[in-house]
């Protein structure tokens, strides 16, 4: 039910690596996580730009739902550790896809990313450990 943002990412993906070294410089990955009765889910996206990398949440549903979310990121690396935390309410319509924000930090660092996503009764947590 959910495969097109997959194929889009994947299609992304292909016309990066058509701009030779400008898509060299941007490129996209994803990591998600379906509710039980599949009607709900999650995706943590990753998208690197000309030396950054911004995460992505997004939530899918078959149906018009509001709800919470909270994203949690734990940076390590050369420069450091760093904590960021941001969340709010959200509403996401039937079929579409809803960016609940986005984070750009800078790379070389290893990420340890936390979504959780409460809604329409429903819990769902989507995790991901990014290495850029």
Same mark, same amino acid.
């Given at each position: 039910?959910?495969?097109? $943002?997959?194929?889009?990412?994947? *299609?992304?993906? %292909?016309?990066?690596? +058509?701009?030779? #070294?400008?898509? +060299?410089?941007?490129?996209?990955?994803? /990591?998600?996580?379906? +509710? $039980?009765?599949? !009607?709900?889910?999650?995706?943590?996206?990753? %998208?690197?730009?000309?030396?950054?990398? +911004?995460?992505? #949440?997004? %939530?899918?549903?078959?149906?018009?739902?509001?709800?919470?979310?909270?994203?949690?990121?734990?940076?390590? !690396?050369? *420069?450091?550790?760093?904590?960021? /935390?941001? !969340?709010?309410?959200?509403?996401?319509?039937?079929?579409e896809e809803t960016a609940l *924000?986005?984070?750009?930090?800078?790379?070389?660092?290893?990420?340890?990313?936390?979504?959780?996503?409460?809604?329409?009764?429903?819990?769902?947590?989507?995790?991901?450990?990014?290495?850029?």
């Amino acid at each position: 039910m959910f495969g097109l $943002p997959n194929r889009l990412i994947a *299609g992304a993906a %292909v016309a990066l690596s +058509a701009l030779g #070294p400008l898509g +060299a410089a941007m490129s996209a990955s994803s /990591s998600s996580a379906h +509710a $039980p009765d599949d !009607g709900l889910a999650c995706e943590i996206r990753t %998208v690197e730009r000309f030396g950054s990398v +911004a995460i992505e #949440p997004v %939530v899918f549903t078959d149906r018009r739902i509001s709800g919470e979310y909270r994203l949690r990121l734990k940076s390590s !690396g050369g *420069g450091g550790r760093s904590e960021v /935390s941001q !969340g709010g309410a959200f509403t996401a319509l039937a079929g579409e896809e809803t960016a609940l *924000g986005s984070v750009t930090l800078a790379r070389g660092a290893t990420l340890d990313v936390r979504l959780d996503v409460t809604a329409a009764g429903e819990r769902l947590v989507c995790e991901d450990r990014i290495r850029r």
